[in-house]
């Protein structure tokens, strides 16, 4: 794993998630490693609309699945998600918002800035 994880500011990487846990390595936070092939790198808000198109696609995050410990996720949650997922959706009009400062470094190789920062979350 890297040890030092930064963000797309190239500040340190935030928590985007403990409840539901989520990340690649299921730490809260969406570091990454080059294990991590899908890149799971981009901390959204996770909306009904996202969630559906996911589905669509093949991608069911909102089935939980208790045998495996998911439950799935929900409106409303934080989850980290792969950066070539959410160009997909951001491509179909689908895209969550996003945590910027719990968002990897690692996404701008695939996503540029400036579509990030379009969907950026505001609290």
């Avoid at 935030?14 to 790198?41: A, E, Q």
């Avoid at 998600?81 to 690692?106: D, G, H, I, M, Y």
Wanted: some cysteine; glycine content about 6%; charged content about 25%.
């Amino acid at each position: 794993m890297i040890d030092m994880n930064k963000n797309i500011f190239g500040d340190a990487l935030i928590l985007c998630s403990d409840k539901p846990l989520t990340g690649y390595f299921r730490n809260g936070c969406c570091d990454t490693d080059d294990s991590d092939v899908g890149m799971h790198t981009v901390c959204i808000i996770a909306t009904k609309e996202f969630l559906n198109f996911s589905k669509e696609v093949g991608n069911d995050l909102s089935t939980p699945l208790p045998e495996f410990g998911f439950d799935g996720v929900k409106p409303g949650e934080r989850w980290c998600l792969c950066a070539l997922r959410w160009q997909e959706a951001f491509q179909n009009n689908s895209a969550p918002l996003v945590v910027l400062e719990a968002t990897n470094e690692k996404t701008l190789d695939v996503i540029p800035m400036q579509d990030l920062i379009a969907h950026a979350y505001k609290s």
